[in-house]
Nanobody
């Protein structure tokens, strides 16, 4: 852990939306790829998506395509995860992090971060 702070999680009903923020501690975050992963209770960690420099999104989960999107505000050293049409199976702790200083996302969403945040809880329930 160390270089990132996630926020924006909460409880929403199915079909709802949330925007998660990932604030990087350093001013060079726009230079490297940043990814979102999630971990639900009792389940393995899974990669959600990753954003490269230059901007390109790599989706690791087919189930979030069309529902989740990502953007970067380099002036704020922040990456946003926009989540819509949320489902109960999206319930998890969401973490953001990097894979060293690589600008390229790994092909495998299971690759380990070298730095990440404390996570933010997302709960989707009626």
């Amino acid at each position: 852990q160390g270089q990132f702070v996630e926020s924006g999680g909460g409880s929403v009903q199915p079909g709802g939306s949330l925007r998660l923020s990932c604030a990087a501690a350093d001013d060079n975050s726009e230079l490297y790829a940043i990814a979102w992963i999630r971990q639900a209770p009792g389940k393995e960690r899974e990669g959600v998506l990753c954003v490269e420099n230059p901007f390109r999104v790599v989706y690791y989960l087919e189930t979030v395509k069309g529902r989740f999107s990502v953007s970067r505000d380099n002036a704020k050293n922040t990456v946003y995860l926009e989540m819509s049409s949320l489902k109960p199976e999206d319930t998890a702790v969401y973490y953001c992090g990097r894979y060293g200083y690589s600008a390229v996302c790994p092909g495998n969403g299971r690759a380990p971060f070298d730095s990440w945040g404390q996570g933010t809880q997302v709960t989707v329930s009626s």
